[in-house]
């Protein structure tokens, strides 16, 4: 329920408990139910302190005080609210002359004030009953029945993730008593506390504790098979350590600022149940989310391809649980995309049907300061993998680009779009596979992304940089964009260049604000050096764009999906593509990076070559 009508049914129970807390003050000064008659001479008083009692209500705030946070203050509240309707009610009947008895204004604050303390004890309890009946909850005990194990109770008892159930303290006098609503017991009764409630987390919030006692305390609970969780001393608190892991985890959804695409369709299990996929660069951030996704379109096999052997390794270990149960199986290979007889191998021996061309190196400063391996990967790898894909009569081949294709100003940018002209000239000749692109912009929480780099900033305690106050990007989430790579392999018809819409562009600074926030920091005012997070404008880096575009041409036609468009682009000639090709290949053999920022001037369309004299030799 929004706030705003929770305080309005608390201000209506309080006027309500003002009219019944009147009319028992009557019955409990005459003895019996109050008869009609009564009314006709001090009824008034009734309409009268129903009108005032909304008036003191608000002015003292009773009604914003939250369920969770009845404490002194709040009573004192009530009590001091009872106390002027108390005098309200005397200077109306004072006034007015009304022959009411001079005990029922006083009989009738004291019962006011019990009845509204009691409702809002009540009603908590009845929360809390809720709250703990949810089956989700995780139950946990609190070490310590102090003061800090009492706040980490109350605390604990609004989250939606877990549950206190008891405390266990050291204190012999505090055994066998009820504190904060919980049983204490001694520490010595864990072993049968923990099955008899299920418990899986023991957190210790003794924050007073000196290192040595805390670590024999740890020890002691190291013994007992469950989790234990430490609450930061007072001084780590003062000192700002042990508080990174308060920090709430910024879901990438809530910075796309527009709802999530919904692409679940039943194409997409169509076009792979049953089928030999394989993933190239498949321990990327999209590659490994690719074959995540396949799962659930129930292939018959997965071929995992990577050069990195931990990153193959740890997909490898992320996958296997996962298709236990199914008829799936994961096949891990090593090897590079610019290696045409390992890649011809591992197609062949496996009985490849589709390919999901994912690996590339894309990270714009890293590939502008090492141009020579970002084309070899880029260009002369998806070159690679295609011609074996058309020699094999592989049906399907999608690569993964980028909007920094379109008109780049960086390396990487260059190397996808000579990628894309790549893949649309080997479909002229393809007698069999149908070769599709999917660009799309950047992806949160993808490695290089703005996402991981700005939450390792504000745990560090920022700055948080941010390249240049007007930069803006298209952003996507990783299970958007390899949901996106998938269906462009369902829609695929020869040479599509699919796009998702993905709503305006978003300003970078913008993201930054809205990560400090959700990680329940303010970012710090240049002026008062008020906040906790500062924001550094660092300057665009060396091919940097201040915005990205997703066409080459406005020319765009639907899909089967409404946020799916295809791009209508003109291929480059075969004779212009082979050119490109076999100077790019020169440049690289020569280790020219002169040569190779010349090669894509003269055949990217919108590439703005920097000064040569600029690039270090």
Same mark, same amino acid.
């Given at each position: 329920?929004?706030?705003?009508?929770?305080?309005?049914?608390?201000?209506?129970?309080?006027?309500?408990?003002?009219?019944?807390?009147?009319?028992?003050?009557?019955?409990?000064?005459?003895?019996?139910?109050?008869?009609?008659?009564?009314?006709?001479?001090?009824?008034?008083?009734?309409?009268?302190?129903?009108?005032?009692?909304?008036?003191?209500?608000?002015?003292?705030?009773?009604?914003?005080?939250?369920?969770?946070?009845?404490?002194?203050?709040?009573?004192?509240?009530?009590?001091?609210?009872?106390?002027?309707?108390?005098?309200?009610?005397?200077?109306?009947?004072? @006034?007015?002359?009304?022959?009411?008895?001079?005990?029922?204004?006083?009989?009738?604050?004291?019962?006011?004030?019990?009845?509204?303390?009691?409702?809002?004890?009540?009603?908590?309890?009845?929360?809390?009953?809720?709250?703990?009946?949810?089956?989700?909850?995780?139950?946990?005990?609190?070490?310590?029945?102090?003061?800090?194990?009492?706040?980490?109770?109350?605390?604990?008892?609004?989250?939606?993730?877990?549950?206190?159930?008891?405390?266990?303290?050291?204190?012999?006098?505090?055994?066998?008593?009820?504190?904060?609503?919980?049983?204490?017991?001694?520490?010595?009764?864990?072993?049968?506390?923990?099955?008899?409630?299920?418990?899986?987390?023991?957190?210790?919030?003794?924050?007073?504790?000196?290192?040595?006692?805390?670590?024999?305390?740890?020890?002691?609970?190291?013994? @007992?098979?469950?989790?234990?969780?430490?609450?930061?001393?007072?001084?780590?608190?003062?000192?700002?350590?042990?508080?990174?892991?308060?920090?709430?985890?910024?879901?990438?959804?809530?910075?796309?600022?527009?709802?999530?695409?919904?692409?679940?369709?039943?194409?997409?299990?169509?076009?792979?149940?049953?089928?030999?996929?394989?993933?190239?660069?498949?321990?990327?951030?999209?590659?490994?989310?690719?074959?995540?996704? @396949?799962?659930?379109?129930?292939?018959?096999?997965?071929?995992?391809?990577?050069?990195?052997?931990?990153?193959?390794?740890?997909?490898?270990?992320?996958?296997?649980?996962?298709?236990?149960?199914?008829?799936?199986?994961?096949?891990?290979?090593?090897?590079?995309?610019?290696?045409?007889?390992?890649?011809?191998?591992?197609?062949?021996?496996?009985?490849?049907?589709?390919?999901?061309?994912?690996?590339?190196?894309?990270?714009?400063?890293?590939?502008?300061?090492?141009?020579?391996?970002?084309?070899?990967?880029?260009?002369?790898?998806?070159?690679?993998?295609?011609?074996?894909?058309?020699?094999?009569?592989?049906?399907?081949?999608?690569?993964?680009?980028?909007?920094?294709?379109?008109?780049?100003?960086?390396?990487?940018?260059?190397?996808?779009?000579?990628?894309?002209?790549?893949?649309?000239?080997?479909?002229?000749?393809?007698?069999?596979?149908?070769?599709?692109?999917?660009? !799309?912009?950047?992806?949160?929480?993808?490695?290089?992304?703005?996402?991981?780099?700005?939450?390792?900033?504000?745990?560090?305690?920022?700055?948080?940089?941010?390249?240049?106050?007007?930069?803006?990007?298209? !952003?996507?989430?990783?299970?958007?964009?390899?949901?996106?790579?998938?269906?462009?392999?369902?829609?695929?018809?020869?040479?599509?260049?699919?796009?998702?819409?993905?709503?305006?562009?978003?300003?970078?600074?913008?993201?930054?604000?809205?990560?400090?926030?959700?990680?329940?920091?303010?970012?710090?005012?240049?002026?008062?050096?008020?906040?906790?997070?500062?924001?550094?404008?660092?300057?665009?880096?060396?091919?940097?764009?201040?915005?990205?575009?997703?066409?080459?041409?406005?020319?765009?036609?639907?899909?089967?999906?409404?946020?799916? @468009?295809?791009?209508?682009?003109?291929?480059?000639?075969?004779?212009?593509?082979?050119?490109?090709?076999?100077?790019?290949?020169?440049?690289?053999?020569?280790?020219?990076?002169?040569?190779?920022?010349?090669?894509?001037?003269?055949?990217?369309?919108?590439?703005?070559?920097?000064?040569?004299?600029?690039?270090?030799?």
């Amino acid at each position: 329920m929004p706030r705003a009508r929770k305080r309005l049914v608390f201000l209506a129970t309080d006027t309500c408990l003002v009219l019944v807390s009147l009319y028992l003050a009557v019955i409990l000064r005459f003895g019996y139910l109050m008869p009609l008659s009564y009314f006709a001479t001090f009824g008034v008083l009734f309409p009268i302190m129903a009108v005032v009692a909304p008036f003191v209500v608000s002015a003292l705030g009773i009604q914003r005080v939250k369920l969770h946070a009845i404490e002194n203050d709040a009573v004192l509240r009530i009590a001091l609210a009872a106390a002027l309707l108390t005098f309200s009610a005397i200077a109306v009947v004072f @006034l007015l002359d009304l022959p009411t008895p001079r005990s029922v204004p006083l009989i009738f604050g004291a019962v006011f004030f019990v009845a509204s303390v009691t409702v809002r004890v009540v009603g908590l309890r009845v929360l809390q009953l809720f709250n703990d009946g949810a089956q989700d909850r995780l139950p946990v005990i609190i070490y310590g029945a102090g003061a800090a194990g009492i706040q980490l109770a109350s605390a604990l008892r609004q989250s939606v993730e877990t549950r206190p159930v008891l405390f266990v303290d050291d204190n012999p006098n505090l055994h066998n008593v009820m504190i904060a609503g919980l049983n204490v017991y001694s520490p010595a009764q864990l072993s049968s506390l923990i099955p008899k409630y299920n418990v899986a987390r023991v957190l210790l919030a003794i924050p007073s504790l000196d290192e040595k006692r805390r670590e024999a305390v740890i020890k002691t609970l190291g013994d @007992l098979p469950v989790e234990i969780q430490v609450l930061p001393s007072f001084i780590e608190l003062m000192a700002g350590r042990g508080l990174e892991t308060s920090l709430r985890s910024v879901s990438p959804d809530e910075l796309l600022g527009r709802d999530k695409v919904d692409l679940e369709i039943p194409e997409i299990a169509k076009a792979y149940a049953g089928r030999v996929v394989m993933v190239t660069g498949a321990g990327g951030s999209i590659g490994s989310e690719l074959c995540r996704q @396949l799962i659930n379109c129930s292939p018959a096999r997965i071929v995992l391809f990577e050069q990195s052997e931990y990153a193959l390794y740890a997909i490898d270990q992320d996958l296997t649980p996962r298709i236990k149960g199914r008829n799936i199986s994961v096949v891990p290979r090593l090897g590079s995309v610019t290696n045409k007889q390992r890649v011809t191998d591992v197609v062949v021996e496996e009985g490849v049907e589709i390919i999901l061309h994912a690996a590339a190196y894309k990270h714009v400063p890293l590939v502008e300061e090492n141009e020579i391996e970002g084309a070899t990967n880029n260009v002369i790898g998806t070159k690679t993998v295609a011609d074996v894909a058309d020699a094999q009569g592989i049906e399907r081949f999608i690569l993964v680009s980028t909007d920094k294709a379109v008109r780049p100003t960086n390396i990487m940018g260059a190397t996808k779009r000579m990628a894309e002209l790549v893949v649309q000239d080997v479909q002229t000749r393809a007698a069999r596979t149908k070769y599709a692109m999917v660009r !799309f912009g950047n992806v949160l929480g993808s490695s290089g992304s703005v996402l991981p780099l700005f939450a390792r900033q504000i745990e560090q305690g920022g700055p948080v940089t941010v390249t240049h106050p007007d930069v803006t990007r298209f !952003f996507m989430t990783i299970p958007e964009a390899a949901r996106l790579v998938l269906l462009a392999g369902a829609y695929a018809e020869g040479g599509d260049v699919f796009v998702l819409d993905m709503g305006k562009p978003q300003r970078i600074i913008d993201i930054a604000h809205r990560m400090i926030q959700l990680s329940g920091r303010t970012v710090k005012d240049p002026d008062s050096g008020l906040g906790d997070i500062e924001i550094e404008i660092t300057g665009l880096r060396p091919g940097e764009k201040l915005y990205e575009e997703l066409l080459v041409d406005d020319t765009l036609s639907k899909t089967p999906h409404p946020k799916i @468009l295809r791009a209508e682009e003109m291929p480059l000639s075969e004779i212009a593509v082979a050119s490109m090709l076999k100077n790019t290949q020169v440049a690289i053999s020569a280790g020219d990076r002169a040569a190779l920022r010349r090669v894509i001037a003269d055949r990217v369309d919108g590439y703005h070559q920097q000064d040569l004299e600029t690039i270090r030799a």
